[in-house]
T-cell receptor, first 113, second 112 residues
């Protein structure tokens, strides 16, 4: 069963704007990860946030995690056309094999030049 | 080539035929995974392996068989393909201490 649910399903913004994607999940987690998938390609890991962390930054990416609400957000600042892709959150559940990822259905981001 | 590769990249087959999708990684990662990606479902785990000769079922294992005789290879076999197995299949690997998974480029399988 799907663990993460991304919101919105699709997002279209102008280049230079910020893009925010949200992810909700159902069970206790060990960590939450965000992946990017360009059209026709495999997924690429972007960032990981552990259950005891609240915020993490990597370049233009900012991830927050609220375990009380079972939700996470991914912010991409100053978006570029090259950021056009689908973005997936994935959780590693507490108590499960620590290597299993459960993916959400993804947010499709379009950045218009 | 370094990394994780999948073959074939595209495959068309007929209902009832056996199909094997190959996955090869050069990092000697312990963990390997097979996912399928379908519109409206995201990625779903089919099978995974924690080491050579150790495999286990994921969320949607029915109709699939895996083996892992060598650390670097993790083939996925559809014993008798069905139209519902038309999908894009991704292989991934992960090291023991790393949390991130590294994905192959995918195999697009069409079952007629």
């Amino acid at each position: 069963s799907q663990q993460g649910e991304e919101d919105p399903q699709a997002l279209s913004i102008q280049e230079g704007e910020n893009a925010t994607m949200n992810c909700s999940y159902k069970t206790s987690i060990n960590n939450l990860q965000w992946y990017r998938q360009n059209s026709g390609r495999g997924l690429v890991h972007l960032i990981l946030i552990r259950s005891n962390e609240r915020e993490k930054h990597s370049g233009r990416l900012r991830v927050t995690l609220d375990t009380s609400k079972k939700s996470s957000s991914l912010l991409i600042t100053a978006s570029r056309a090259a950021d056009t892709a689908s973005y997936f959150c994935a959780t590693v559940n507490s108590g499960a094999g620590s290597y299993q990822l459960t993916f959400g259905k993804g947010t499709k981001l379009s950045v218009i030049p | 080539d370094a990394g994780i590769t999948q073959s074939p990249r595209y495959k068309i087959t007929e209902t009832g035929r056996q199909v094997t999708l190959m996955c090869h990684q050069t990092w000697s990662h312990s963990y390997m995974f097979w996912y399928r990606q379908d519109l409206g479902h995201g990625l779903r785990l089919i099978y995974y392996s924690a080491a050579a000769d150790i495999t286990d079922k994921g969320e949607v294992p029915d109709g699939y068989v895996v083996s892992r005789s060598k650390t670097e290879n993790f083939p996925l076999t559809l014993e008798s393909a069905t139209r519902s197995q038309t999908s894009v299949y991704f292989c991934a690997s992960r090291g023991t201490s790393l949390h991130e998974q590294f994905f192959g480029p995918g195999t697009r399988l069409t079952v007629l």
